[in-house]
């Protein structure tokens, strides 16, 4: 974990209620894709937990939705301004699960979406082609599909609506392909369909409150078949074999 001031270079609506920012500072701490960031913001007191979407040896990139106060305010923030950020917070994606010319599926819903990108990009990196499913509610909540697509992933989308990709949810395309292993991050609900079907052993980086961010607290701990695991430390991702659902 590092504590770093950061330079706002950018932050764009990207789709409804939708943010990309752009920080530039030092990335150092950022070891493994599925990290988080913890954002101090001026007014309130908890800092603003947000995954990690892609990163640089000088600059990252997060995807936020505003769906409160903090993030909100985040979202009139101008390039220029600066941001008390803590770095490289929890265990990202162990790669290490997959080998080159295995298949697996990264499968993202929502908010959950960010951080299957510099999943996706480390994986092509190691020689390791992913499928990618990612999930919304509507057309107008779609990101990041060219983004995906210029890296070499093959991509499915589902809408709940299905007004772009297949109708109905992540789920309807994972049961359709063939796969060696999966990783995924999103709400529980989707969490619970995906644990239904999957055939084979996976990753999953869970969405938590979170007070400090960095396991002192012990607000945002779980029980696993070892023993209790807090998630903003020992996860946010968990095997599959080890989640007591």
Same mark, same amino acid.
């Not at 920012?21 to 070891?31: P, R, W």
């Given at each position: @974990?590092? =504590? ?10 990207i789709?409804?209620n939708?943010?990309e @920012? ?10 493994a894709p +599925? =990290? *988080?960031v913890?954002i101090?913001?001026e007014? *309130?007191f ?8 892609? #990163?640089?040896d000088?600059? /990252?990139?997060i ?13 009139? @923030?101008?390039? +220029?301004?600066?941001l ?9 994606y162990n ?5 080159e010319?295995?298949?697996?599926v990264l ?12 999943l996706?990009?480390? /994986?092509?990196?190691k020689?390791?082609k992913? =499928?990618?499913i /990612? +999930?919304?509610n ?13 890296l070499?992933?093959?991509?499915y ?5 299905g007004?772009?990709g297949?109708? +109905?949810?992540?789920t309807?395309?994972m $049961?359709? /392909? ?10 529980m609900?989707?969490f ?6 999957a $055939?084979?052993?996976? =990753? ?12 002192a607290?012990?607000?945002c701990s779980c ?17 599959r074999?080890?989640?007591i #659902?």
């Open positions: @974990m590092k =504590q770093s001031i950061f330079e706002i270079v950018s932050n764009n609506e789709a409804k939708t943010f @920012m752009v920080l530039a500072g030092d990335t150092s701490a950022v070891t +599925g =990290q *988080f913890n101090k913001l007014g *309130f908890l800092r603003r937990p947000i995954s990690i979407c892609d #990163w640089d000088e600059s /990252l990139t995807i936020y939705k505003t769906v409160g106060h903090g993030t909100e305010a985040m979202a009139e @923030m101008k390039p +220029g301004e600066s008390d950020i803590l770095t490289g917070l929890g265990n990202g790669i290490d699960a997959v080998k010319g295995e298949k697996p499968i993202g819903g929502g908010a959950g979406v960010p951080p299957m990108y510099g996706a990009k480390a /994986l092509i990196a020689g390791v992913p =499928q990618v /990612l +999930g919304f509507t057309a107008e909540e779609v990101f990041y599909k060219d983004e995906f697509e210029k070499g992933a093959e991509l989308i589902a809408t709940a609506d007004s772009v297949t109708r +109905g949810f992540v309807d395309v $049961k359709e /392909l063939e796969y060696t292993y999966f990783f995924t991050c999103g709400p609900p989707m619970k369909a995906i644990e239904g079907i $055939k084979t052993s996976g =990753q999953y980086s869970f969405e938590e409150r979170m007070g400090c961010g960095f396991g607290c012990m607000g029980k696993t078949k070892y023993g209790n695991k807090r998630i903003c430390k020992d996860g946010p991702v968990l095997e074999e080890e989640i #659902w």
